[in-house]
T-cell receptor, first 111, second 114 residues
Framework: QQQVKQSPQSLIVQKGGISIINCAYE??????FPWYQQFPGKGPALLIA?????SEKKEGRFTISFNKSAKQFSLHIMDSQPGDSATYFC??????????FGKGTHLIIQP | DGGITQSPKYLFRKEGQNVTLSCEQN?????MYWYRQDPGQGLRLIYY???????QKGDIAEGYSVSREKKESFPLTVTSAQKNPTAFYLC?????????????FGDGTRLSIL
């Protein structure tokens, strides 16, 4: 059973636009919801994370929106730039083991 | 600079051969993790270790083995029993054990079959 479903698989956005990536999870026991950014040939880097006691967290151009009742959270990238072109992964955590990752979204920002 | 170092960056394995991937961290983190990344599949947990001399199987441990003799080192061996080893392998660490802690990743080792 897939514990976290990420969409879309790929996304093309014009420079200056808003990029939105969504994730849905099954287990209500999860209490940590990070987003990672990965460039080709590199390891993922933590971008922003949220815990379920808040509904939104903003860091610069990146915002996480969290809907606990719907078991969904999303990443919004405002004023998207070509340098934001990368693969983005959502993840969920809360147990004793590591994070469970979504399958990733390949984002392309067109200049 | 503190971080996680994975080596080698590229590795080739012959049929029937065991190979070992290195992961070293100087972040003084307690927990370490190994993930496998395949195109379109996200990251899947192979093994994790919360403290020295202890480790647990993840979702896809078959054909892999690990050791944790030192806090800063968590090598992964891909054995000949792993029939489809071609993938990008990522090592991570977190300050505290548990899935609700930020994880820091190395830059990976790409393993291919000769």
């Amino acid at each position: 059973q897939q514990q976290v479903k990420q969409s879309p698989q790929s996304l093309i956005v014009q420079k200056g636009g808003i990029s939105i990536i969504n994730c849905a999870y099954e287990n209500t026991a999860f209490d940590y919801f990070p987003w990672y950014q990965q460039f080709p040939g590199k390891g993922p880097a933590l971008l922003i994370a949220i815990r379920p006691d808040v509904s939104e967290k903003k860091e610069g151009r990146f915002t996480i929106s969290f809907n606990k009742s719907a078991k969904q959270f999303s990443l919004h990238i405002m004023d998207s730039q070509p340098g934001d072109s990368a693969t983005y992964f959502c993840a969920v955590g809360g147990g004793a083991d590591g994070l469970t990752f979504g399958k990733g979204t390949h984002l392309i920002i067109q200049p | 600079d503190g971080g996680i170092t994975q080596s080698p960056k590229y590795l080739f394995r012959k049929e029937g051969q065991n190979v070992t991937l290195s992961c070293e961290q100087n972040l003084n983190h307690d927990a370490m993790y190994w993930y496998r990344q395949d195109p379109g599949q996200g990251l899947r947990l192979i093994y994790y270790s919360q403290i020295v001399n202890d480790f647990q199987k993840g979702d896809i441990a078959e054909g892999y083995s690990v050791s944790r003799e030192k806090k800063e080192s968590f090598p992964l061996t891909v054995t000949s029993a792993q029939k489809n080893p071609t993938a990008f392998y990522l090592c991570a660490s977190s300050n505290l054990a548990g899935g609700n802690q930020p994880q820091h990743f190395g830059d990976g080792t790409r393993l291919s079959i000769l």
